[in-house]
């Protein structure tokens, strides 16, 4: 980022080091005064960037088509209104073809992917009865009897592993004002569960349960209760200590306390309530599923705008990221996953013992939460430094990536300032600041460990200087080269 | 507050100017360096005070006993364990005399009552059955036939006109290591209540609801889930938006998810427990009565230590303020209350409509909670100047009036700080910084308004003056005077 600086006049030469530190080592030794600068060439100077982001600067009709189309994107995401209007087998909701399972991130073959996710397609194959064991399931795998593909494509949304498999139910979210709807399934809890790649008789029973007394009761509910709000709750618990991505401890007890009502007048027996009180309230996490099929939608509505540079959807599968820019439509950027090296461990592992970075749930930062709201998260603070400070600092940062703030997300320890809303890729491709998510990690081998830490992790830069290449050579900006790899949604 | 400040050697004149601003005029004027010190003499220059101050000073053995008592006081606090064991009617769990109705505050004779009490204790006598309208209640009280107690005497705590009468519920609280219990009644909700001096159909239905449907209900609920721990609580909704005086939206929730499913265990009906989560749905202060009984028992196993100069107890009953400190046993400081004129009216309401600052509930404040941990609460701080930066200020400025810090009480805000704990009076007398308590306020004449405002009210410092002379004569310190007013419970 390049900071002016203004020479004020004085008698003494003054001179602004915007370059190595060693730069100005002979003139401070003639005792010249020296300010260092903490300046970073554009695009770190890469040539074919500079050229793209040069083009654009000076071409008043592109800026201005631009700036049009990621005010459109703004005001779409602003409009949006997501509720839960339902919950429906993932079968009957994604029209999902036979033997299909759903996982998060961008496309994948069986044998590229990562561990947990592997071990949570094997495990939703037992699931569904199409196997009897492991060595069944991966039979129907090499034989190609099982579509592995993404959430993403219809619609959905899945943390973590992301497995959906069509007897699971989904809550079905409709974002009001657009008509669109987007598909999660309710989320496990710690432990032994699928999202976190482990699969075992608990795990079975625990689906089973979902299945048929958590879901039923959930959807009765709604009946009674009338769509939910999703953003209603989401606004409240920024109030109360989550930032909505990695906590949900205060949303979640907002949703107890506004269904749970609906869920007794609807006739659910005492003894099931009872245990789906205790099942939320022993998840902190349950209301994620609630609040990611809500910026699912949010952001897909405001998806292909051309000419927008607003980052619409950002996931990833243990193994590639994918990225999803509103002006480039279909067209994604795919590129590899980081390590988790922000990550903080639990006692006993390390980064070397981590699958990739892994889920759908990053979209939440293109929506103003997660990393984009983490100073309204405390309780994280040890994610970025350890301190409120570390959290609001970061949050300034974000500030100089993104066009806007969200209009209803506010962070209480800054004085109710907005979130950060709207990621524009020139931004981050000029000044190489990413955004980061809050998220966990998983481990990469043990099939009974699950989850070993929680942390940030960044976006790739090398993502969004594909994406402005490739908007670029939507816009037949010419370089020297454009190698990025674009690929593309059926 | 007594600033050091340290001139450093320089040519020319400099003068520190630690009068008025008029003092220092001239010497501006002879263009003679001045800095203004905010220096006020300790309390308030007045001779006696701080005779008793210097006497206390010059004191060793009486400063180590005072060291040692006031160390034992917040080892107490810190030790306590406050938990709700049962629910009983307050005639079984205070063993109330026929005819007799708590209030909050000091002991007040019916004609000097303000009248949201006044009105509360009509309702009350209804309420009992003991006359069948207001009217009959006016006589039953001019004939002397009611016997009015404050709760303090019963180690009981209402908040705002803080009634209880025999037939209600009443939180029954026990404090672990100490084994001494302090009770409360279920808070009644915002609107046409008794505890805002409001009286009418409403009222006796939803008193009527409480005695035969929440609080058996709650008993139940107790009974299979065994005592509910209250700062466990409390400690949670601190890191959730609550300072738990003024604000416990986020403890009431976490009450809800953690008690409701022993409430359906124990087979009170799914339409009871819906009615339930629905009033405790709409009553953010549902909480409020569980941590007050908390810090009732709390403070009270650390009351009678003598030379503890900590206060243990404040409550008011719009009328007159009660001071306890430790030290003073069973002798407590009674002075008038503060007017209101800090609070933030709802429109259309001034400090002319408010009846004077009452409730039990400023006890919260003498244990690090309320404004003692406002910087938690992010979403008052238009009690206090309107941003976080004023919250974390007062928090600052509090500190330099307590002893130590909770253990348990922490706030998000200011990077986990703890909260102010043992307020010294010792510091107020000579600092003439004082508590603010976080509160509401009520309509003094209607029959209908109920609460016309929020914010802080601060706690009269001649009480804290008061309460030394108390101490002071104790001591065998004389003085030219001690016309404290100094009372006596039986």
């Known amino acids: 980022m390049v900071t002016n600086k203004i020479i004020e006049s004085e008698d003494k030469l003054k001179v602004i080091n915007i370059g190595l530190d060693g730069f100005a080592k002979d003139m401070r030794q003639q005792d010249i005064s020296v300010v260092d600068v903490d300046w970073y060439p554009p695009a770190d100077g890469d040539p074919n960037l500079n050229e793209i982001l040069k083009t654009i600067n000076f071409d008043q009709d592109l800026l201005k088509r631009i700036k049009n189309a990621n005010k459109m994107v703004i005001e779409r995401v602003k409009n949006a209104n997501p509720q839960v209007v339902d919950i429906i087998s993932a079968e009957e909701a994604l029209e999902l073809p036979i033997h299909t399972i759903l996982h998060s991130g961008p496309p994948i073959e069986w044998d590229r992917m990562c561990g947990p996710q592997k071990r949570a397609v094997l495990g939703a194959i037992q699931f569904e009865g199409w196997a009897d064991d492991e060595d069944g399931a991966i039979k129907l795998l090499k034989k190609e009897k099982i579509t592995l593909l993404p959430c993403h494509q219809y619609d959905a949304v899945g943390p973590m592993t992301g497995i959906i498999s069509p007897s699971m139910p989904v809550l079905v979210t409709k974002n009001e004002p657009y008509g669109n709807y987007g598909f999660s399934t309710f989320n496990e809890g710690r432990g032994n569960t699928l999202w976190f790649g482990i699969y075992d008789m608990g795990t079975l029973d625990r689906l089973k349960w979902i299945r048929d007394t958590l879901g039923p009761a959930m959807k009765a509910a709604v009946k009674i209760h009338g769509p939910i709000n999703v953003f209603d709750i989401v606004e409240q618990g920024l109030q109360m200590g989550d930032e909505c991505h990695a906590r949900h401890a205060a949303s979640t007890a907002l949703l ?27 998840n902190s996490h349950f209301f994620l599923n609630f609040t990611l099929s809500a910026v699912k939608v949010t952001m897909d509505s405001a998806h292909n705008i051309p000419f927008s540079t607003i980052v619409t959807g950002m996931s990833r599968n243990g193994v590639d990221f994918m990225l999803r820019v509103s002006g480039l439509g279909e067209n994604y950027i795919v590129g590899p996953v980081s390590s988790m090296d922000n990550a903080v461990y639990y006692t006993g592992f390390t980064v070397e013992d981590a699958a990739g970075d892994i889920g759908d749930s990053a979209i939440a930062e293109t929506c103003g939460l997660g990393g984009m709201a983490i ?5 994280l603070a040890p994610f970025v430094g350890g301190s409120l400070s570390d959290e609001i600092e970061s949050i300034q940062k974000l500030n100089s990536i993104t066009l806007d703030t969200h209009n209803r997300f506010k962070m209480p320890a800054m004085d109710m300032e907005n979130t950060p809303l709207g990621i524009d890729i ?27 830490g929680t942390g940030i992790s960044n976006v790739p830069v090398t993502l969004f200087d594909q994406a402005l290449m490739a908007l670029a050579k939507e816009w037949n900006i010419i370089t020297q080269s454009s190698d990025s790899e674009i690929h593309h949604s059926n």
Chains 1, 2 share one sequence.
């Open 256 to 282: 107890i306390k506004q269904l749970i009502p609906s869920m007794l007048d609807a006739g659910v027996s005492g003894k099931t309530v009872s245990s789906i009180i205790r099942f939320m309230n022993e």
């Open 375 to 379: 100073a309204s998260a405390p309780s």
């Open 426 to 452: 020139l931004r981050v491709v000029e000044t190489r600041t990413v955004p980061f998510i809050t998220t966990g990690v998983l481990h990469e081998t043990s099939p009974v460990v699950g989850q070993i």
